[in-house]
């Protein structure tokens, strides 16, 4: 259109060169001209684009891939992020359920390298550090089977950390639970994402981590089970029938209370916090008010946060009264 103006100036025309006019008053070869220009600009845009999907991944959702080096030390596998700021970002829940949190946590780095001492089957260690904290996530973890894995999220300086087994929705993985364990991790927790199948795996992770937590600054006797949705119904039930090794010492479930559970509960049960929306169209809220009075009942300590409306997904009532309250309760008990 420009170009049109150009010309109809250059040749004396008086008439306003709005676009309409620019087109209508161009002589067809002027306008195939124009539509041929236009053509090739669009063509040019469209390969830079494919350039895009050709030579790398250019998927919004995953990890960056500036300013990351990678180094392999035998079977070390080591994701070293170099100066910058790094957002992770995962998904909890479940296919079969409503779609859980979503949640990001964002570390800053300073591009230390840590090296890893307990690296086993090709595991991959992801070192996140800055200038106050040395942040590093161990994953691929076994502790049991081949299906029993885990992922570790903890501070190496320091000691005597509290830790939080975290456990993911129906039809989920470890990776689901990710985004909640950075958000433990940042609050000054071990967190161990893991793999299971059922109560058994559960009380079996706490056990093995129980063995090892001083390897990743934690506690051996302060764990507690973090549960969502079938993750919280799973730990429910790991947290009222652990003994010896594998009891822990709370337990923060969350849309996971059954009315079945309420068959487990003694006095020996740990302490538990309860999150459920009244609304709840996947999990009863009959479960979790039935569970409070049964632990109520055998003087066990259980705290609430309920909501009237929040559905199957209580933490978006209130995001930040939900970790406060999370958070509040793993210091008192851990």
Known sequence: VEWLKRSQSSQGNR?????????????????????????????????????????ESCDAGSSVST????????????????????????????????????????????GQVLLESEIEEGEKAEVESNKTRALRIVENLRYGTSAQRADILYETRGSGRGIVVLLHGRSGTRANVRGRGLKFQDAGFVAMCIDYRGPDDVMKAVAWIRDRASNYGGSANHIAIYGYSWGGSVGTIAALK?????????????????????????????PILLVHS??????AFLGATALEAALSTNRVRVDTLYYRRGGHKPFDVNPREFDETLFNFANSVL
């Open 278 to 283: 009244r609304d709840d169209p996947s999990v």
């Open 67 to 110: 300013g990351k080096k990678e180094i392999r030390v035998g079977r070390e596998h080591l994701l070293v992020q170099l100066p910058g700021n790094l957002k992770k970002s995962t998904q909890e829940g479940a296919a079969e359920l409503p779609t859980e949190e979503q949640e990001s946590a964002e570390v800053t780095q300073d």
């Open 242 to 270: 652990g003994t010896g090794k594998s009891k822990v010492q709370g337990a923060m479930i969350v849309a996971g209370a059954r009315t079945s559970h309420v068959k487990h509960v003694s006095r020996d049960g740990p």
């Open 15 to 55: 008439i306003p060169c709005t676009e309409p006019n620019c087109i209508a008053m161009a002589s067809p070869l002027k306008f195939a001209a124009f539509v041929f220009l236009w053509l090739l600009a669009e063509a040019a845009s469209s390969s830079t684009e494919g350039a895009c999907s050709a030579s």
